[in-house]
Structure formats: structure tokens, C-alpha cells
């Protein structure tokens, strides 16, 4: 009875790491699209009164960080990749915006950062495209050493 309390079985494993995969996918295309919503011009403005340096460059780079990065991380295409661009905004976001607010100012992006930190250190996991390239290209390898 305790294994099935404290045993997880590679499905149900899978399925958290595709469930976080996608809320934050979620969660940064949402981001993203508010602030080509906002205008860019306007995103700039906002990032330079938080303090921002470069707000002409970072305002455009975030939103297409987390736009394209939220869908290729909630799809898990190159899912390294995208987690750590979005781990970069978000301590941007930490450290630069919210610095001195303490926890309730900070707490959010902090959260999203480690999370962002977890699912690079861990992969995508087996629900994702990154395992599905992964897959074929193991098979067609392994084709061309069988035949020689």
C-alpha cells in the first residue's frame, strides 16, 4: 500500500512533466501576447520605467521569447533551449523589476524561474517532440548500422 503512496510509475511521471511543460507554455504565450497586444513601443516604454536597460531591444525580445518559446516548450521542441530563454527573462524579472518588493513581489517569476531550471535540468520528457525526433532518429540509425 505505502508504494503506491510514494512510487510513481513512468506514466504518471511523464504526465506531470507534459503537464507542467504545457501550463508553462500557457502561461508565457498569454505573456507574450499581451504585450504585442500592449504595441512594443508601449512594452519598451513599461520596461524602461522598471529599469530595464535596453527596453528598445529586451521589449521585443521577451514578447517573442515567450511567445515562441511558450509554444515550442508547451509542444517540447528543443525544450532546453526555450527554458533557458525564458529562465533569462524571468530572472530579468526578479532581479531587475521586482527587485526590492520581497517575496510577494518577486514570488511569481522566482516560482516560474526554478521551474524553468527543473524542466532544463530534467528534458522534456517522453510526451514530447523532442523524444519523438529523438525516437526516430535512434531508429534510423540503428537501420543503417543493421544493414551495414
Excluded: C
Excluded at 89 to 100: E, N
Aim: no cysteine; net charge positive; aromatic share 6%.
Amino acid at each position: 500500500m505505502i508504494d503506491k503512496l510514494t512510487v510513481s510509475s513512468p506514466a504518471v511521471t511523464e504526465g506531470g512533466t507534459l503537464a507542467v511543460r504545457v501550463m508553462l507554455g500557457v502561461i508565457f504565450i498569454n505573456a507574450g501576447l499581451g504585450d504585442f497586444r500592449l504595441g512594443i513601443g508601449e512594452a519598451a516604454r513599461m520596461h524602461g520605467e522598471a529599469g530595464i536597460p535596453l527596453s528598445d531591444l529586451s521589449a521585443p525580445y521577451t514578447a517573442f521569447v515567450q511567445v515562441i518559446g511558450g509554444t515550442l516548450l508547451a509542444l517540447g521542441a528543443l525544450t532546453r533551449v526555450w527554458a533557458a530563454g525564458l529562465l533569462v527573462v524571468m530572472l530579468g524579472a526578479v532581479l531587475i523589476v521586482h527587485r526590492g518588493e520581497g517575496l510577494e513581489g518577486f514570488g511569481y517569476p522566482l516560482m516560474l524561474a526554478v521551474v524553468l531550471a527543473a524542466l532544463f535540468a530534467s528534458g522534456p520528457g517522453r510526451y514530447s517532440l523532442d523524444a519523438l525526433l529523438a525516437d526516430r532518429r535512434d531508429r534510423a540509425r540503428r537501420s543503417r548500422h543493421a544493414l551495414g
